[in-house]
């Protein structure tokens, strides 16, 4: 998209108000002085600290037009051609007596060539003046002009420290330029010189740090949270098959450009018992494929207010787009989407929503969402296109479990060649992850107590003391494994 000639041609075709809504205002001021040159139109800035000036010639600014109202009154009474940008003029379009002004501007501009542009970060348009109104996006900058940017900060950190240059390898510096895409130029340039500023070199270890600086500029008030907490797929047991189906699909997923023929995947529903490793596995995929993890809270989006809960979901996926590559966690998804029509029809809407999006968006948001209970969830979301496939993430089987109590003995510094794996498989036979999890603390809890180390017999004890949700729900869990068994893919 060429930002120059689209706002070129808006204002050859007479315009009379436009809004831009958006935070880099000196390269848009920018942008406005050449085309004010082409369309050979003087151009006029007005702010209220200096009043209404020329913005493409020294010329002083009119200390009588730092009112607002005056500002607007002498525009209307001014005949002449031209472009007048007002910045951060949004809380004065309250008043009556100015929106009136603007508005008989408006009416009358129509072959004078005049058009007033408003630039703010937000800009609500009031209702009278809605007809006469062309919004304008300016789009983020392109990978191109970050790659310059990112060669200009190494020049720039080599000319202030002689003799040295930025020490960077290829794939770091894709990695940087695509993690700070969907920024501003200023902001993408705060965040290069985080990564190279400290030490000169441009490494992939810089990436996390960088991420967690974008997502803390862009997540003012999102529903969506940065998950620093991820995971390897090293700590999870089991799950062999959705491992083997991530891995087949990490490049696809982190090219620039899929290979031909394929497209990035766009996401996985992960089904099953709780506590088997469903959360776990989200942030595995994060952690494995080296993208910033989002958590969705699809319970938050709600809102007593009408459209705002619809608002709160397109901020939300916006958000996403903007940190992609990165993977967006929707946990629980039933939650959000299986009210029916006891919400008067909001659950619908961001389904709609959801739905609109997860079919038009490919640039890289790759979602993870968990369900435990499918009866709740729409047809449409489970329909192959949605998503790519569905896993069912079972108990695990005495293998697995294994494998479990091997990750959490050693997550506790405790040799796990010291037990009998065996044993203990054998003993939690329909305990799930977390529930073995729970019996590994208990027992050394009990063991402390004891002023002793855990050993088989604390771990087993503490086994049978308990019930699993295996025992306790026990229909609901063999109603969801007889659904899934025809329906999905085994995770295991």
Known sequence: ??????????????????????????????????????????LHQWTITEGMARADIEFPADALSKDPETAV???????????YL??????????PVILRTVREIAQSSSGARKSIVFISHRFEVP???????????????????????????????????????????????????????????????????IAIYDDGVLSYSDIPEVMEAK???????????????????????????????????????????????????????LLGVQGCGKSLAARAVAGTWGTPLLGLDIGALYNKYIGETEKNIRQALKMANTMAPCVLWIDEIEKGLGHGDSDNGTSKRILGTLLTW?????????????????????PELLRKGRLDEIFFVDLPDQAIRKIIFDVHLKRRNLDSNAFDLDRLAQASEGFSGSEIEQA????FYAAQEDGTRP????????????????????????????????????AN
Do not use: C
């Open 1 to 42: 998209m060429n930002e120059a000639h689209d706002l070129e041609v808006l204002l050859r075709a007479g315009a009379p108000v436009v809004v831009v809504e958006t935070h880099e205002e000196r390269r848009l001021v920018d942008l406005f002085r050449r085309i004010a040159i082409r369309l050979e139109l003087p």
């Open 73 to 83: 009154r002498l525009l209307r009474e001014h005949k002449g051609a031209g472009i």
């Open 86 to 95: 007002f910045l951060d003029f949004h809380p004065y379009m309250q008043d």
């Open 127 to 193: 209702g009278e003046l809605k007809r006469y109104v062309s919004h304008f996006d300016l789009p983020l900058p392109s990978r191109e002009t970050l790659k310059k940017l990112v060669s200009d900060e190494a020049r720039k950190w080599a000319a202030s420290n002689p003799g040295k240059r930025v020490k960077a390898d290829e794939r770091s510096l894709d990695a940087l330029v695509s993690n700070i895409a969907g920024l501003s130029l200023d902001d993408a340039r705060r965040l290069v010189r």
């Open 215 to 269: 997502y803390r500029l862009l997540n003012t008030d999102s529903v969506l949270a940065y998950e620093y907490d991820t995971a390897r797929f090293s700590e999870v047991g089991g799950l062999a098959r959705l491992k083997d189906w991530l891995a087949k699909r990490e490049h696809a997923f982190r090219a620039d450009t899929p290979p031909d023929g394929l497209t990035r995947p766009k996401g996985v529903l």
């Open 358 to 378: 997860m079919a038009d968006d490919n640039n890289g948001v790759f979602i993870v969402a968990t369900a435990n209970d499918v009866s709740s969830l729409p």
């Open 440 to 443: 590994v603390v208990s027992a």
């Open 455 to 490: 050993d088989d017999d604390y771990i087993v004890n503490e086994l049978k003391s308990t019930r699993p949700l295996s025992v306790v729900m026990a229909e609901s869990i063999a109603e969801l494994r007889q659904w899934a068994s025809s329906r999905t893919v085994p």
